[in-house]
């Protein structure tokens, strides 16, 4: 029986596998076929992206708790030839939580839009440019083909290439152009590096390679193992090939630069994840390239929060903590224990819902103040408390207060590195501590300066150190939030919060699917049907 002639009864749950990758592509169509039907073109993004965010759900609950993990050989043809899509409790809980952002940050850009009289935003150009990067996203989660990785890679970097230039500022396409250098060069890196294996191993399915990449010539495995590092890296943004991204997401619209914080980097993450777990795990290679990983992630940490530290601008420093906080999630990985796994899971899941919510919150002050320089902003407790409130919460979440998700993920991956026990694993605590009391202290600059002290300049007179114009002009200070902006914002602080109380069921999420990353057994036997994979003459 093949894949696409499924017994519903027995194997239903295979059927939604394709869904979060294929109805966004179909919803993407049918919105540039409606491109003069703009309200056409919200109900269909709207819906679809619901029903990915159900399916999603459904298959992390399969994963977890009933089926286990589960493929389907797109097309019908076998993994060794074929595409497979392979749901699993990391991929799964990377959709649930990607798939609820990526709604929360539509509906917000959809009230922006009716609030803006749709200025800025080409309608016609935006839905399907959505669609297409959330389709691209779910496509890199699901993927058990390092070239469909590579391509799911590409159809999100060509949609927010479009994203990011929206509204055509000079700033924005600058910071696009730098955007696509970057990009299309961590791009041939990737695509020289799955040349590369395989000309050694014959193969590109990630199942197969766990077997074969181990038969290789030690050597040859390391320069694969850094060239797929170097590629992801530069993807996740870690340091020191992070430079691009600060220059970047500021410019952008405060949703696209939402949602690209969230979810660009974090897929990076995830590449790293299945990388080092399935691909290289525990050999000599993996022994070299975890410790170079180690002192990625501190100086990740450390010199992203320092960076944080010294800005002017909130959109700025919020980026250099999106740096910092990715070194939180390479130390866990990089300790290559169950517990380290465990932590960096649980952390990539939080910081996706804190840090896109912390940018659509500043989109909001940027909105009401006409600016994001803290030079600017002022008193904005008084003037608009609700806003204080939406960035009072994740702002603490992000710096890790106790009882936040922020401090839990923090203390799980701390813990993690204690167990290890090296010099090396205890420097990376050190530096996980600095970088959280640093984060601290920056959230509290941008807490007292907007929100309470009054502004030291006229925004008139100081222009948005990113290069912005703003949502709303200094003339306008005041203007009156939407609420149809305020509810998916205050949903995903909720969000936030919520991941606080069920902090512990997460983890077990967390620590299911990292004992299955180190295991690899559920994975390769899913994929490979139990068929054993031929080693490469």
């Not at 966004?24 to 703009?38: K, N, Q, S, V």
């Amino acid at each position: 029986m093949t894949p696409w002639t499924i017994d519903l009864a027995t194997e239903w749950p295979r059927v939604l596998l394709p869904l979060p990758v294929v109805l966004p592509l179909f919803a993407a169509g049918l919105t540039l076929a409606l491109a003069r039907r703009p309200r056409a073109q919200r109900t269909i993004s709207v819906t679809a992206l619901s029903i990915v965010v159900i399916a999603s759900i459904t298959m992390l609950v399969l994963t977890d708790r009933g089926t286990g993990t589960y493929s389907i050989d797109v097309g019908g043809w076998p993994a060794r030839l074929g595409i497979p899509l392979v749901a699993d409790r990391l991929s799964t809980l990377m959709l649930v939580v990607s798939s609820v952002v990526t709604l929360a940050v539509l509906v917000y850009s959809l009230a922006q839009g009716v609030a803006d009289g749709e200025e800025g935003t080409p309608v016609s150009i935006y839905h399907p440019t959505y669609l297409v990067l959330s389709a691209g996203v779910s496509n890199a989660f699901l993927s058990g083909d390092l070239f469909n990785l590579y391509v799911g890679f590409e159809i999100l970097l060509a949609a927010s290439y479009i994203l990011l230039t929206l509204g055509g500022t000079k700033a924005r396409v600058r910071a696009g152009t730098t955007y696509v250098v970057v990009s299309l060069l961590s791009s041939m890196v990737f695509l020289t590096a799955i040349a590369l294996v395989y000309m050694a191993t014959g193969t590109v399915n990630m199942a197969e390679l766990s077997v074969r990449l181990q038969e290789i010539d030690p050597d040859v495995r390391l320069v694969l193992h850094l060239l797929l590092l170097v590629g992801f890296g530069i993807k996740a943004a870690v340091f020191p090939l992070s430079a691009w991204l600060p220059d970047s997401y500021p410019t952008a619209p405060a949703p696209v630069t939402a949602v690209f914080a969230g979810l660009l980097t974090k897929v990076g993450v995830y590449a790293i994840i299945r990388t080092e777990t399935l691909l290289f795990p525990g050999s000599s290679a993996g022994d070299v390239a975890n410790t170079l990983l180690m002192w990625v992630a501190l100086a990740t940490m450390v010199v992203g929060i320092l960076g944080a530290v010294a800005q002017n601008d909130v959109k700025r420093l919020l980026s250099f903590t999106l740096v910092s906080h990715i070194g939180y999630m390479v130390f866990g990985i990089a300790l290559g224990t169950t517990a380290g796994l465990s932590g960096a899971v649980f952390y990539v899941a939080h910081h996706i819902t804190v840090q896109t919510t912390l940018f659509l919150v500043t989109g909001l002050v940027e909105r009401h103040s006409g600016s994001t320089s803290l030079d600017s902003l002022g008193a904005m407790a008084k003037k608009a408390p609700l806003l204080a409130v939406l960035f009072f919460v994740p702002a603490m979440n992000l710096a890790g207060i106790p009882p936040f998700s922020g401090f839990l993920g923090k203390l799980g991956l701390l813990q993690a590195g204690v167990d290890v026990g090296t010099p090396l694993a205890y420097g990376l605590v050190a530096g996980g501590v600095v970088t959280s009391l640093l984060t601290l202290y920056a959230i509290a600059k941008v807490w007292n300066r907007a929100f309470w002290q009054e502004p030291l300049v006229d925004p008139d007179d100081n222009p948005d150190d990113a290069g912005n114009t703003g949502l709303a002009t200094a003339t306008e200070v005041g203007v009156r939030t939407p609420v149809g902006m305020l509810v998916p914002t205050a949903a995903l602080v909720l969000v936030g919060v919520g991941i606080t109380f069920v902090a512990g069921p997460l983890f077990g999420i967390s620590d299911r699917a990292a004992q299955d990353l180190l295991d690899r057994t559920p994975y390769t036997s899913t994929v490979l049907h139990d068929r054993v994979p031929e080693v490469a003459e």
